[in-house]
Every structure is written in C-alpha cells, then in structure tokens.
C-alpha cells in the first residue's frame, strides 16, 4: 500500500478525525433545563464558590489539549500550524482510543514563547493536563518549564519525555537480550533536539553513566561556545570523556545507538565499528538513520525503528495516552520523572522474558493491555510521589 496516497484520499472523505458527541440527551423540556438554563445555574456557582469543583461538575478532569506551533511537525519541519492539524487530531484520535481521554487539537499561530506559554496559560482552566507537540527546540524547553512552574495541572512534552520513556522501554528489554547492564553501556545519540536531549538526561536517571550526544557538526562537548543554551546545558552532564570529532567517532566501541535524526547519516561501517552485540534504535522517519537490513548485517544484535512497517517500532503512542490516563485518574498536580520512569517499566514489563527476541521487544501500539497497564503504573508512582490529589 502506498500509505501517503492512501492517507491523503481517506483524509478527503473523513473531513478530520475527531468530532465532538454529547453525553447528554436534551429531547425534552425537563432535560434541556438541566443540561443548560435554569439548572445549570446551580453547577455554575457551586464552581464559583470552589474552582476545583470544576474537575467534578464537568468533562475538565478528562480532557486535554494537544498543542502546536506548527514549527517542528513529525519529520516534515516548520509547516505551520494549519498544516500540523492532521497530526493532531490523529494524536488526539489515538488518546481517546488507547486512553479514553478527551482530546483537542489547538494550533497556536504563533512562534514567541511568551505569546505561545500565555495562551496556554490564560486556556488552561478549561483542561486537566497540557500536551505539547511539535514545537521546535529550544523554544520547546522555555515553553515546558515555564509552563511546568505556573500550572497546577500536569504539563508534557512528548516530543521530548514520550521519545524518552519508550526509548528506555526499549532499551531496557534490548538488554535483556545482549546480557548487558545499563551501569556499563556507552551510548550514543544523534540528533540534539528536544528529543535527543531529553533521552539522554532520562538514561542518565536509569544509571546509565556514558552518553555521548551528537548534532550534525558532530560531538557535542562541555565548553564550546556555539552551543545554544539547551545543548550547554546538557553538555555539563554527558561526554565526561570531552570526546571530540563527528559521529562515526563517537560511535566506536558503543554499545547503544539512538537515532533521532536525519535519514542515512549511519553508514555499516559505523555500526561495524560498534562494541559486540550493538543495540541500534533508529528512529528518523520516514527514512531512518540506516536501513533495519543493513545495520543488522553489519552486526547489530538488535535493531528498533520508528516505522510501524518494521519490528521494534519505538512509537510514543505506547506511553501518552496510558500516561495521561494514569494521571488525570488520580488529579496529579504534574508528570515528574519518576511516573515517566514507572511509564517505561510498564511497557518494558509487556513483553514476558518468554516472548523476548531481538524482533519483538515491544508491545505492539494497538495492545491496550500495555496501555492500562502504564496507567496503572503511572497513577501509583503520582501517588508514592505525592502529586496526587485522589
């Protein structure tokens, strides 16, 4: 199937991927009075005299809204927020499919932080939690924390902490296979934006003590004074070695490879330069860092994707809409490292040491067993954490 084609026609006869559908009937005087005026009057004040009221009286507990700036939308780039709109209604789809969250796209025509951080803010009290999409790094990261530091609902990034926790998932059963522990790994990562930075902070979380970052000028390293803030930021924690020099250096004697960058930027030679029994996750899409095939032929014991078209597909699908649910479910007051952590080992602990082969070592995206099982997860590490409220 040639699935752009295909897309394209269905997107034709859908006209969007989402709709509203009203959980009340008003077929009657006597229903139209209590869904809307004089009745609803009384709900109305009971939310005046106690706002948190709000997240019992009406759908804010369970909704959410998928926001862009259009600036950074899959692999395609800066398209705008008109033109990013068919990737949020299919978010929004998959939340409601794989969560039971209520979702709705927002395209934000805007690319300053502070305009994009107070329509957020000034929308927030309609939501439950804020989920940020396809907004270009660094921007992205101002936009988070500042976000983070002035809403009392959860706030998540998924192009930065979505990446990250399904990575880990990822890397955790891969190493299952090559009988390695993530203590002596060195990986590597190619790509320095939102979500090559926040996989590499997050491994560092699961212990792993060597991480070696790459941009497309090469290795990136405490110091250098081209680096915008996020990437000095991240350099003071990686590449403790202060190793110097491109990509294909920093892959020599690696035992990790993760890809979230540019297609063909990884070469067999590469890979061949790797430590025995190399994990290489390549993630770019549509056209990865290095064909599935060929890392594989040039040793690769484990190789995951980012295409639904090959095994291993390491998709953020498998962590928001459990993480969401998880937290909407227990009112947290944010989404710390800890949930996204208890995400990760959810998804990881979905695939049984039974099951485990280097061409399936995650669950499937459309498995809703591993999706209420990172709720479940992630509800109790709120909880433990003490960001619940319920």
């Known amino acids: 199937m040639n699935y752009r084609e295909e897309s394209l026609k269905l997107h034709g006869q859908w006209k969007g991927k989402i709709e509203v559908v009203s959980r009340v009937e008003v077929d009657s005087r006597e229903k139209l009075s209590l869904a809307y005026t004089p009745g609803v009057a009384e709900p109305c004040m009971a939310i005046h005299a106690d706002i948190e009221k709000s997240f019992e009286l009406t759908r804010r507990w369970n909704t959410v809204p998928v926001i862009t700036d259009g600036t950074a939308v899959l692999g395609l780039g800066d398209i705008g927020p008109e033109a990013g709109m068919p990737v949020m209604e299919g978010k929004c789809a998959l939340f409601k499919a794989f969560g039971d969250v ?3 796209p927002l395209c934000i025509r805007s690319k300053d932080a502070d305009e994009i951080v107070r329509t957020i803010e000034l929308l927030a009290g309609s939501f439950g939690g804020i989920n940020l999409e396809d907004i270009s790094a660094p921007r992205c990261f101002e936009i ?17 902490h979505g ?40 491994l560092l979380s ?3 003590k060597e991480i070696t970052l790459c941009d497309s000028k090469g290795i990136i390293c405490e110091g250098d004074e081209t680096l ?25 004697g690696a035992d990790v490879f993760v890809g979230v960058s540019v297609a063909n930027c990884v070469t067999k030679d590469m890979v061949r330069s790797m430590a025995d029994k190399a994990i290489v996750f390549t993630c770019a899409n549509p056209v990865p860092e290095i064909a599935r095939e060929d890392a594989i032929a040039a040793g690769a014991a484990v ?24 937290a909407l479910d227990v009112r947290a007051k944010d989404i710390n490292a800890e949930m996204m952590k208890a995400a990760s080992a959810a998804i990881a602990s979905c695939v049984s040491d039974e099951e485990l082969t280097p061409d399936y070592i995650l669950p499937y995206a459309y498995n809703k067993d591993a999706h209420r099982a990172v709720a479940a997860a992630v509800a109790e590490a709120a909880r433990k954490t003490g960001v619940a409220r319920k």
Not at 144 to 160: A, M, S, T, W
Not at 186 to 196: D, E, L, P, Y
Not at 305 to 317: A, D, H, M, Y
């Open 102 to 104: 209520d979702a709705i």
């Open 144 to 160: 988070e924390r500042r976000l983070k530091e002035d809403l009392d609902i959860p706030v998540f990034h998924d192009d930065q």
């Open 163 to 202: 990446t990250a926790v399904v990575t880990a998932a990822a890397l955790i059963n891969a190493l299952k296979l090559v009988g390695k522990k993530m203590e002596d790994l060195a990986v590597v990562i190619n790509g320095a934006g939102a979500a090559g930075i926040a996989i590499a902070k997050f």
């Open 206 to 208: 699961f212990g792993v």
């Open 228 to 252: 915008n803030a996020a990437k000095a930021e991240v350099a003071k924690v990686t590449n403790r070695r202060h190793l110097k020099g491109k990509l294909a250096d920093a892959m020599k």
């Open 303 to 326: 190789v995951g994707t980012g295409s639904s078209e090959k095994p291993n597909q390491i998709n953020n699908v498998l962590v928001f809409p459990g993480l969401f649910r998880g």
